[in-house]
């Protein structure tokens, strides 16, 4: 069956990195466009970057064009997030998610504070 496995989110400080990822299976991988999404408290999903099939276009949220970059490898099914320069308001649960088909990850918290 189709998995999602994010990973990698935790406490960072502003201005930190931080790499997420999503281990893809059960699925094709390398035939969709991938995203990552987030919620955060209290505020409706969003749509953070998109990477199409072939990795060779992304579109980003424009409050983390410049600090986040969307990726993937096909061959190991796995879909990341660089985040760098993170801000507060970067504090939310990340998703990823298989565009066109509904399947979504369980998510990984990203809290930012001091």
């Known amino acids: 069956q189709v998995q999602l496995q994010e990973s990698g989110g935790g406490l960072v400080e502003p201005g930190g990195s931080l790499t997420l990822s999503c281990a893809a299976s059960?699925?094709?991988?390398?035939?969709?466009?991938m995203s990552w999404y987030r919620q955060g408290p209290g505020k409706e999903r969003e749509r953070v970057a998109t990477?199409?099939?072939?990795?060779?276009?992304?579109r980003y949220l424009d409050s983390v064009k410049g600090r986040f970059t969307i990726s993937r490898d096909n061959r190991r099914s796995t879909l990341t997030l660089q985040m760098n320069s993170v801000k507060v308001e970067d504090t939310a649960l990340y998703y990823c998610h298989v565009n066109d088909m509904g399947w979504w990850g369980q998510g990984t918290q990203v809290t930012v504070s001091s």
């Open positions: 990477v199409d099939s072939d990795g060779h276009n992304q």
């Open positions: 059960g699925f094709n991988f390398g035939l969709f466009v």
